[in-house]
């Protein structure tokens, strides 16, 4: 089946600690994102990548850092700069071709600062 | 700047009462607005995209429809099944290569047997 897949489902921060979370599909889409959940508020963006080794920010980049060596992978880091990281985490995908382009999620990570 | 703004915040209906969710946007150049179904833990799923006033989407109880301004997702005799946050964003033509969305807060919808 295609999809894309995030991993872990949760993920526990001591303080001062980097993370690294994983995001991964196999839909053969060009383009990967990046987006921060709170509560009560709209999906946030953290980086996106339209093609392989390039990467932009988001909205929200700052204390964050990503990578996009694979097609298939886009992972995320969250450093120990980010002040608040406590927040739902989703990875998404999409082709990039024609005029409108859907976004399509995974299950997202969870992600706790202890 | 693109914004969304959704309402209401959270809606109870009893099972059966139809009802409309309403998304109000301002966007310079509207390439898509989408709509997205969210469980409770869970990713968005995709429901619908509209690109011009005056389109229509349906899939089972949903109806999504769009103007200049806003678009409403209609549930017909909704099941507590359909309970979720419904999510509605844009997408806007901005700087070529460019497809970022700007999401609403969601609407909850929670469906009493």
């Known amino acids: 089946d295609g999809g894309i897949t995030q991993s872990p489902k949760y993920l526990f921060r001591k303080e001062g600690q980097n993370v690294t979370l994983s995001c991964e599909q196999n839909?053969?889409?060009?383009?990967m994102y990046w987006y921060r959940q709170d509560p009560g508020q709209g999906l946030r963006l953290i980086y996106y990548?339209?093609?392989?080794?390039?990467?932009q920010k988001g909205d929200i980049a700052e204390g964050y850092s990503v990578s996009r060596e694979k097609k298939e992978s886009f992972p995320l880091t969250v450093t120990s700069a980010q002040k608040n990281p406590t927040a739902f985490y989703l990875c998404?995908?999409?082709?990039?071709?024609?005029?409108?382009?859907?976004?399509?999620f995974g299950p997202g990570t969870r992600l706790t600062v202890l | 700047e693109d914004q969304v703004t959704q309402s209401p915040e959270a809606l109870r209906l009893q099972e059966g009462e139809s009802s409309s969710l309403n998304c109000s946007y301002t966007?310079?150049?509207?390439?898509?607005l989408f709509w997205y179904r969210q469980d409770p833990g869970k990713g968005p799923e995709f429901l619908f995209t509209?690109?011009?006033a005056g389109e229509e989407k349906e899939k089972e109880r949903l109806k999504a429809t769009l103007t200049k301004k806003e678009s409403f997702l209609h549930i017909t005799a909704p099941k507590p099944e359909d309970s979720a946050t419904y999510l509605c964003?844009?997408?806007?033509?901005?700087?070529?290569?460019?497809?970022?969305?700007?999401f609403g807060k969601g609407t909850k919808l929670s469906v009493i047997p």
């Open positions: 509209l690109y011009s």
């Open positions: 966007v310079s150049g509207l390439r898509g």
């Open positions: 964003a844009v997408q806007g033509w901005k700087e070529a290569g460019s497809y970022q969305l700007t």
């Open positions: 839909l053969n889409h060009d383009a």
């Open positions: 998404a995908s999409s082709t990039q071709r024609g005029g409108t382009d859907t976004q399509y």
């Open positions: 990548s339209q093609i392989v080794n390039d990467f």
